[in-house]
């Protein structure tokens, strides 16, 4: 089994303890994580610097960057927003509170994350994914295509310039151009087994370099790109990033369009270019488990 980061969805919750708890996360599996909470979050509300408490099954963690150990069952992570003696009701959500750097989490199978790179077959899918995308629209004139040019320009003989018997010649300036590309398809079909064995090479080596991301879910209430950019700074993406969704969310496609260097991609429609062109692969866990359906 490879691991990959686990982001957790961080579900708000009215209940209580000594405050208002303004986030609960239930689990129910054993993990290796740090808990990274900003100590210093300010709270917009009242412009003031506040803390976060963190509790690990009703035990206060004292420090937000302390380690749970693979042996502790996490069941429930309480999350409580101080500001000096006052409890504030937050909503904490992905952006301040992180789950990140476990050792055991998502475990994928192998016969998709876990196989031995093919670069050969990869090269060969990306060449022919690069040629299919080409429009083949160029176009340019011969010399029998190009206007005028019908009169030889001066006799064969006696002015001392070379033979010449059209002024649309190519070595003329206005001339034609010597074997002009014209209009073309460039596409061309690979077998499905070579498809099917570069995606899976793609991924196993994004597995293998740790920069697969799998989250629980992304929820997107409005089409919001702050807050989008602000997820992909809570899971360690601020680069180019490739989110892929199970089903079409107009949200977050909407939201993340305008990030350089973000793209977003249904599961059904992903690419061995895309992929290989990403610095960190994000993919919901129900497109996870879509993609160990289709290519196990």
Same mark, same amino acid.
Not at 99 to 120: C, H, V
Not at 186 to 200: D, G, I, P
Not at 248 to 254: G, H, K, P
């Given at each position: 089994m490879h691991t990959m980061q686990l982001v957790a969805n961080v579900a708000t919750t009215n209940a209580s303890r000594n405050g208002v708890v303004v986030a609960k996360l239930e689990r129910n599996v054993d993990y290796t994580f740090s808990v990274f909470v900003d100590p210093t979050y300010i709270d917009e509300a009242t412009d003031t610097y506040g803390r976060f408490d963190v509790y690990v099954n009703g035990e206060y963690l004292h420090t937000p960057n302390a380690s749970i150990g693979a042996a502790d069952r996490i069941e429930r992570l309480d999350v409580f927003f101080k500001s000096g003696t006052t409890v504030h009701p937050f909503t904490l959500n992905i952006d301040n509170v992180i789950?990140?750097?476990?050792?055991?989490?998502?475990?994928?199978?192998?016969?998709?994350?876990?196989?031995?790179?093919?670069?050969?077959v990869v090269h060969d899918v990306v060449k022919n994914h690069l040629a299919n995308c080409r429009q083949g629209t160029q176009s340019a004139l011969t010399r029998a295509e190009v206007s005028g040019g019908g009169k030889k320009p001066w006799r064969q003989k006696g002015t001392g310039h070379a033979?010449?018997?059209?002024?649309?010649?190519?070595?003329?300036?206005?001339?034609?151009? &010597?074997?002009?590309?014209?209009?073309? /398809?460039?596409?061309?079909?690979?077998?499905?087994? @070579?498809?099917? $064995?570069?995606?899976?090479?793609?991924?196993?080596?994004?597995?293998?370099?740790?920069a697969i991301v799998v989250i629980d879910e992304i929820k997107m209430d409005e089409i919001k790109t702050k807050k989008f950019a602000g997820f992909l700074s809570a899971v360690n993406a601020d680069c180019k990033a490739l989110v892929v969704t199970a089903e079409?969310?107009?949200?977050?496609?909407?939201?993340?369009?305008?990030?350089?260097?973000?793209?977003?991609?249904?599961?059904?429609?992903?690419? &061995?270019?895309?992929?290989?062109?990403? /610095?960190?692969?994000?993919?919901?866990?129900?497109? @996870?488990?879509? $993609?160990?359906?289709?290519?196990?």
């Open positions: 789950l990140r750097d476990y050792k055991k989490g998502y475990n994928s199978g192998d016969a998709i994350f876990g196989i031995e790179p093919n670069e050969s033979r010449q018997g059209s002024t649309r010649a190519p070595q003329w300036t206005h001339g034609g151009i &010597v074997f002009a590309p014209k209009p073309r /398809d460039y596409s061309y079909t690979l077998n499905k087994k @070579v498809r099917r $064995l570069a995606l899976k090479s793609v991924l196993s080596a994004k597995a293998q370099a740790d079409a969310n107009e949200n977050v496609v909407l939201s993340a369009r305008n990030i350089p260097g973000v793209k977003t991609a249904l599961v059904n429609t992903l690419n &061995v270019y895309d992929i290989l062109n990403c /610095d960190k692969f994000i993919v919901v866990k129900d497109a @996870v488990a879509q $993609l160990e359906e289709v290519y196990k």
